[in-house]
T-cell receptor, first 116, second 114 residues
Framework: GAVVSQHPSWVICKSGTSVKIECRSLDFQATTMFWYRQFPKQSLMLMATSNEGSKATYEQGVEKDKFLINHASLTLSTLTVTSAHPEDSSFYIC????????????FGPGTRLTVL | AQSVTQLDSHVSVSEGTPVLLRCNYSSSYSPSLFWYVQHPNKGLQLLLKYTSAATLVKGINGFEAEFKKSETSFHLTKPSAHMSDAAEYFCVVRGHNYGQNFVFGPGTRLSVLP
């Protein structure tokens, strides 16, 4: 199967600091990765689409300067939450598409961010 | 554009009884449809997917779903619920046009009573 990992799984930071979350496809190359945000007891909200070697495409309402996405290789995408505030506390989930078929996305286990 | 409606935010069943989680979709093009399960504080796991092949799709853990184009539905069923099925379930739709994103339904929380 296709495995996607995220690191860290859980992070606590102080307000005003930046946090980087890594998303890796372990056994396949992912030309496209997605970043989602999930609030408690709510569905996933797509934040951005990350394509290897190009700028990420952000959904309406998502601040690209606050949520920096870098897809530097076919197996790694990073999400950096800059100058984090308590309202950024959430569960962040990445997913990856294997190949060009777009028929299925494989999800990482998620990263829980708590900003104090 | 695509959209997904999950008619029930919470479904409660007794162990051993059938499960029905409803999903209706809207899509401009022939869609791909998915059901994912999420256990508390865990990532999403794919249960099954429909990608224009057989309309009755069998997934893992005894779940299945039937694609009904005339009703624009993709309901998830299981003949006999198990305690371990208690989780959040998401119906997801994606159009076949390049660049169309995956759209998540609001989710249905399934409770299984002993």
């Amino acid at each position: 199967g296709a495995v996607v990992s995220q690191h860290p799984s859980w992070v606590i930071c102080k307000s005003g600091t930046s946090v980087k979350i890594e998303c890796r496809s372990l056994d396949f190359q992912a030309t496209t990765m997605f970043w989602y945000r999930q609030f408690p007891k709510q569905s996933l909200m797509l934040m951005a689409t990350s394509n290897e070697g190009s700028k990420a495409t952000y959904e309406q309402g998502v601040e690209k300067d606050k949520f920096l996405i870098n897809h530097a290789s076919l197996t790694l995408s990073t999400l950096t939450v800059t100058s984090a505030h308590p309202e950024d506390s959430s569960f962040y989930i990445c997913s990856a598409i294997r190949g060009e078929g777009f028929s299925e996305q494989f999800f990482g286990p998620g990263t829980r961010l708590t900003v104090l | 554009a695509q959209s997904v409606t999950q008619l029930d935010s919470h479904v409660s069943v007794s162990e051993g009884t059938p499960v029905l989680l409803r999903c209706n979709y809207s899509s401009s093009y022939s869609p791909s449809l998915f059901w994912y399960v999420q256990h508390p504080n865990k990532g999403l796991q794919l249960l099954l997917k429909y990608t224009s092949a057989a309309t009755l799709v069998k997934g893992i853990n005894g779940f299945e779903a039937e694609f009904k184009k005339s009703e624009t539905s993709f309901h998830l069923t299981k003949p006999s619920a198990h305690m371990s099925d208690a989780a959040e379930y998401f119906c997801v739709v994606r159009g076949h046009n390049y660049g169309q994103n995956f759209v998540f339904g609001p989710g249905t929380r399934l409770s299984v009573l002993p």
